[in-house]
């Protein structure tokens, strides 16, 4: 018997996966069941399917239930200060797509499927307390006040960035945690649909206003309308806290964003109402407590959401525990905190990378230059030179932190090249990538 908290992605995911394999699984929710719940408005960001996650869905044999509530997301439409629009694919490649998914919705669907699972109980309104004196997870049924303590039981914490195990953990010095707050938060909007199909002219892309220091973005829903959110500082002259004064939020945005305020009918109200959002990164020594306990995805290892990756990655660790669960030899807890830290660090790291990427590179000319220069190189050299985007999104085989890696040495190539004025063609790009990039055998995601 395993026990898994939190009922998310991840933690559905992982059910459905150990069901498959023969264990009872008992999943823990501190929410009301989402199929006969509403969720909370304005407190979650959408989620951007790609590579990693198909893979772990596809895994749990839940993807084709999930195709209807998908949206194709091949490019971004950029949204410039000047009022002009261009759109920028992700890739060059057939196949290098990611998809915009609600999470309410994707959760929803995967609670459904997990309910009909048999080898799955579902338990909800059970909040985790954290650790029991006796150091086993202690749970609280809010319905009927009743603690549950899960002594002698495996027990998987997938219940978020404010895991209350995790802070156990680290408060009794089991593990030591990190936690590095951005001084940057967020706040989620609604672009409803118009009759006949969506407000904005593009729909599917990731649409962003990049404006130097913050940015707004939207993300496509299946009903045509788009989740946008707002990214800047909490604090300063362009901040949220600028923004509550009456009037001012209207204001800013009439002035940086007034093509997305036209189709935003409901945006005062909204504002107002939708609390402000928190980004961070949460890094852990380690991701067990001996066999008996241990964090995967958000509570291991919550990152921001610039690269799209948060859930992806939780659910690689899905796939992993899965195997290592399934492979017959010992410690299987230790083995995947000793596998995947160094991948959830890469990650971390390459999405706080990418929201300066976003909110401030993507119109910047030596930028631009660098995306143009990469791709071409990509095209001379396959499989040696493959963008870091695409290697994150695209190549589900590529472990994050080999991403990493390869990542720093293409970034010193596109620098050499630039420099020296070189371009794809040149002698000099055939040396650099010859002599510092060892060829990926498979690069199919």
Known sequence: ??????????????????????????????????????????????????????????????MQALESGLVRMPGRQLHLS?????????????????????????????VERAGNEPGIHLHFRRRCLGLAPSGAPLLVDEESGREIELAGQRVVAADGAGSALRKDLAARGHIQV???????????????ARAGGSALAVREALHIWPRHGYMLIALPNADHTFTATLFMPHQGPVSF?????????????????????????????????????????????????????????????AIVPFHGQGMNCA????????????????????????LRRPDGD??????????????DAVIDPRHQQHRRLELELERRFPGHFIPRYAMVMFHAQIPYSVVRQRARIQQGILDELTDRHAGAESDLARSLVGERLTRLDRVSG
């Open 241 to 301: 806290e600028m923004l509550a004064a009456p009037g001012a939020a209207h204001a800013f945005f009439q002035r940086e964003f007034p093509d997305a305020l036209a189709v935003m009918p409901d945006f005062d109200r909204e504002f107002a109402l939708h609390r402000e959002g928190l980004l961070g990164t949460v890094r852990c020594s380690a991701w067990n407590h001996g066999e008996e306990l241990l964090l995967i995805g958000d509570a291991a290892h």
């Open 346 to 359: 890469a990650i971390a790291d390459m999405s706080l990378e990418n929201y300066v990427e976003m909110r």
């Open 178 to 192: 990190r936690e590095d707050l951005l001084d940057h938060t967020y706040k989620e909007l609604t672009i409803p």
């Open 1 to 62: 018997m395993i026990h898994v908290i939190g009922a998310g992605p991840a933690g559905c995911v992982l059910a459905l996966l150990l069901a498959r394999r023969g264990h009872e699984v008992h999943l823990h929710e501190r929410r009301g069941d989402p199929r006969s719940t509403t969720p909370e408005a304005g407190r979650s960001i959408n989620l951007a399917l790609a590579a990693r996650g198909m893979r772990a869905l596809e895994s749990a044999g839940v």
């Open 82 to 110: 000047d009022g002009s629009q261009s759109f920028n694919p992700y890739g060059q490649n057939p196949g290098e797509i990611n998809y915009s998914i609600s999470r309410a919705e994707l959760t929803r669907r995967l």
């Open 315 to 338: 659910l690689e660790d899905c796939v992993a525990l899965d195997a290592l669960l399934g492979d017959g030899r010992p410690a299987p807890f230790a083995r995947l905190s000793a």
